[in-house]
């Protein structure tokens, strides 16, 4: 009986390994693929430990609904600015003027460069060298696999090309400056079980994925390069760090879903990507390409999240006008792309009000109603 008792022990935790999945590279991008995600910024609902746990768990991400982005993947020789990266792959638009160029190796998926505006948003439209690459999907991946990389990129941007107004910030006016970008991911595959998004569920495994982002400014003053970090008061510098979830499947190109949770307490999920699947009534917004703003979730009650995108770098005012047309909010933000902030919206009145996003010339972009309730 004891060994008939351990065979079926044995049976079980067989069956258990066989069911967590192996990811291949052939879930890596290829030329010609388009993927579509949708983006939820303020997902509801979302227990990214369900049970306390992650092995053999189920999850239920089945209310999401957001935003359609479509990714086009092309050979990298049909980029603008192949040249600069010759070692590359693939090529993705991103934005309205940017390119990021991919490398893929048997195990890796990388990012080697990309040419679009500059990290600090001086408004110049720069080729960027990342060396060595950010590795975004690797392959084999298990569960309990765990990995580290680290990614760098060094931008020196000559004083004449600095936009006016910038230099007053020094008291001696820089040669040039230098922007230090160091991106250190810790990865560790920790969880399987299935996924439930809208229109499917997935058999997955879940990699935890911590990632330092470290930036630097040093400016030249003759031969001799000094680190001013902590003595400007640039918004793009210093340390942040992202903790992330990614969920995959052995036959999807897409992640499953990506979701990000707050550093301090990770249970808090703050954003959720996740593959389309053709369910139309969970897509509120499809992203075209073109520079917008978009507040979520619509109605709202206590807060929302403002998203603008495809936007030219540079410095943007957002307004909220009540119904009346009386400005009661605002903001101003340096925006490289896409910028995603958070608004309390407690003081404000159960009602109508029109929200709107300003370049910084003060021409309105995009003008929409926002709709205040109350419990």
């Known amino acids: 009986m004891k060994l008939t008792l351990l065979s079926f ?3 079980l935790f067989t069956l258990s ?5 192996t990811v291949t590279n052939t879930t890596f991008p ?4 388009t993927l579509k995600t949708v983006f939820d910024g303020m997902p509801t609902g979302i227990i990214i430990n369900p049970n306390g746990g992650s092995i053999d768990a189920s999850w239920d991400f089945s209310g999401l609904q957001g935003m359609l982005t479509e990714r086009v993947f092309r050979p990298a020789s049909e980029g603008d600015a192949f040249a600069q990266f010759p070692d590359a792959d693939l090529v993705l638009n991103v934005g309205i003027a940017g390119e990021n160029y991919y490398r893929i190796t048997d195990n890796n998926f990388e990012l080697i460069g990309y040419q679009g505006p500059d990290p600090a948003n001086l408004g110049l439209n720069l080729p960027v060298v990342v060396s060595p690459p950010i590795v975004e999907r690797r392959a084999p991946l298990d569960f309990t696999d765990s990995y580290t990389t680290e990614g760098a990129v060094v931008v020196a941007i000559s004083a004449d090309d600095i936009p006016g107004g910038v230099l007053d910030t020094f008291d001696i006016t820089p040669d040039s400056l230098r922007i230090r970008i160091s991106n250190d991911r810790s990865n560790f595959v920790e ?3 299935t996924l439930t998004i809208p229109g499917g569920t997935y058999d997955v495994i879940r990699e935890k ?3 330092l982002t470290e930036t630097h400014l040093d400016i030249k003053i003759g031969s001799l390069w000094l680190d001013v970090t902590n003595a400007v008061g640039f918004d793009f510098l210093g340390v942040d760090t992202t903790t992330t979830y990614n969920f ?4 999807s190109k897409e992640l499953i879903a990506n979701v990000t949770v707050d550093n301090v307490n990770n249970d808090e999920v703050l954003f959720v990507e996740y593959k389309f699947n053709d369910v139309t009534t969970n897509v509120r917004y499809i992203n075209n390409g073109k520079p917008d703003i978009l507040a979520y979730p619509n109605p709202a009650i206590e807060s929302i999240r403002l998203e603008m995108m495809n936007l030219q770098s540079g410095k943007y005012k957002v307004r909220i006008y009540n119904i009346l047309g009386v400005e009661v909010w605002n903001r101003e933000y340096n925006v490289n792309g896409n910028r995603i902030v958070k608004v309390d919206l407690t003081n404000f009145r159960k009602g109508t009000y029109l929200y709107s996003l300003d370049n910084e010339n003060g021409k309105t972009i995009s003008t929409k109603r926002l709709i205040v309730m109350r419990p």
């Open 9 to 11: 022990i044995l049976s």
């Open 17 to 21: 390994v066989t069911a967590q999945i």
């Open 30 to 33: 290829a030329a010609g693929d």
């Open 191 to 193: 969880g399987w079980g």
């Open 209 to 211: 994925r911590v990632e």
């Open 248 to 251: 995959y499947n052995d036959n």
